[in-house]
């Protein structure tokens, strides 16, 4: 059945859905003409004024502080490390854009000279339910989370959302992104990372830049990890070829993903197998805590590669800490398998998966059905705008991956 009348076209994951969502890239997309986009969405919010002001101004800022990096380059003090990490990101993106079809523009042509504050991201969920707790914006539809660039701002949230007895969770995220109404620069912070993160965060951001399905956090930011951890493979592969050193941790580090998306698949079956039974609450509550206990002595048995980019087995288990993470690996094997069928071509891959994703009511239900089928390995394929034609959206703003764990999602 054909869906989507009310998605957001190609947008990734927001800050405040109608404010530039936390990139889901690593870089945060705003230009001048972003009063009158940000006029509409104080009209529309469902969130205070206070809470948009507060958003508005700090990508204003991010923005305001643009310069081209190619300018940067030229600065005969720029020091090498940091010469060669803008070199990259603008390989990269221009990577993005020739052999992955993604809509970049503007994104990522530049760096933002300023300290960027840190999103803080909040999510919820019900303590016998295994489903998040979302808030609503104008266009894009229910969000799983709401990033805060205050701390006392992002406590106060959870504190009202644990007095009406929700689980809560809080990270800090890595990056947020406009879903590509603003040419997101690229935040200082970033430079830090590794090449690998570097790259992966970079086609993560892009990805929501250039499909974002209204109200489906779980498959937009799954998509977007699958598209930054392949896109990653194939970009080092195109620049250093499948032996490098480069090439063969980022593949490592993509099947560490698959079977970490396997240990919270099988995880999230057996919580919601405690959650539907016959128990009462308090029984539920009281063996849900030994589940999460044995849960975590299972995390510690897997390979170290796998473990090493969550803190999942120390830190307090609950319904949204767990959600937290399980939204950025739900399903990565389908991906994975679409992948295959489509000859090893990450653009067509991705093609397929977005087309699919739109012909059902739950995206994941229509990728599924694509697998069933004979899938297409050569056409004339559209991903970016074109692919998500006439569908409206205001501008959220997406948050990219907290920093601990290394996920995130849209600045809501």
């Avoid at 530049?110 to 300290?115: K, Y």
């Avoid at 941790?249 to 079977?259: D, G, Q």
């Avoid at 995206?363 to 089928?373: D, K």
Wanted: aromatic fraction near 12%; charged fraction near 20%.
């Amino acid at each position: 059945m054909n869906r989507r009348t009310g998605a957001s076209k190609n947008r990734g994951p927001q800050l405040f859905p109608s404010f530039l969502r936390f990139f889901c890239s690593p870089f945060p997309r705003f230009c001048l003409h972003t009063g009158s986009w940000l006029l509409a969405t104080f009209c529309l919010s469902a969130c205070s004024p206070a809470y948009v002001l507060r958003a508005g101004y700090e990508e204003a800022r991010i923005l305001w502080n643009r310069k081209p990096i190619v300018e940067i380059l030229q600065r005969p003090n720029l020091d090498e490390a940091t010469r060669a990490k803008l070199q990259l990101v603008l390989r990269v993106r221009q990577f993005a854009e020739h052999d992955l079809k993604f809509d970049v523009d503007g994104s990522y042509a530049t760096l933002s000279e300023i300290e960027t504050p840190l999103l803080y991201v909040v999510s919820a969920a019900p303590k016998t339910k295994l489903e998040p707790y979302t808030w609503w914006f104008p266009i894009i539809g229910s969000v799983a989370y709401k990033g805060y660039f205050k701390e006392d701002a992002a406590r106060q949230e959870v504190q009202a959302l644990q007095r009406k007895d929700y689980d809560t969770a809080v990270v800090r995220a890595l990056a947020f992104s406009t879903l590509g109404w603003f040419a997101d620069p690229l935040l200082p912070h970033l430079l830090k990372f590794d090449q690998e993160i570097l790259v992966n965060t970079i086609i993560h951001e892009l990805l929501h830049s250039t499909f974002y399905l209204a109200g489906e956090t779980a498959f937009n930011e799954s998509l977007a990890n699958f598209a930054g951890h392949r896109g990653a493979i194939a970009f080092f592969m195109h620049e250093f070829g499948g032996e490098a050193p480069l090439t063969r941790r980022a593949m490592t580090s993509w099947e560490s993903e698959l079977i970490l998306s396997s240990f919270f698949a099988e995880s999230a079956e057996k919580l919601q197998a405690l959650y539907s039974s016959s128990l009462s609450e308090e029984e539920k509550l009281r063996q849900r805590e030994v589940l999460f206990t044995h849960l975590q002595e299972e995390f510690r048995t897997l390979p170290h590669p796998v473990r090493r980019n969550t803190d999942f087995a120390s830190i307090k288990l609950n319904n949204a800490v767990f959600l937290q993470q399980y939204v950025y690996v739900k399903e990565l094997a389908l991906f994975e398998r679409v992948y295959q069928q489509s000859g090893q071509s990450l653009q067509l891959a991705l093609a397929h998966i977005m087309e699919a994703a739109k012909k059902e009511d739950d995206p994941f239900a229509g990728v599924h059905l694509l697998t069933e089928t004979s899938i297409p390995q050569s056409a004339e394929t559209t991903i970016g705008r074109a692919a998500i034609a006439n569908e409206e959206t205001s501008l959220p703003l997406e948050l990219s991956r907290p920093l601990v764990p290394r996920r995130s999602g849209p600045l809501l």
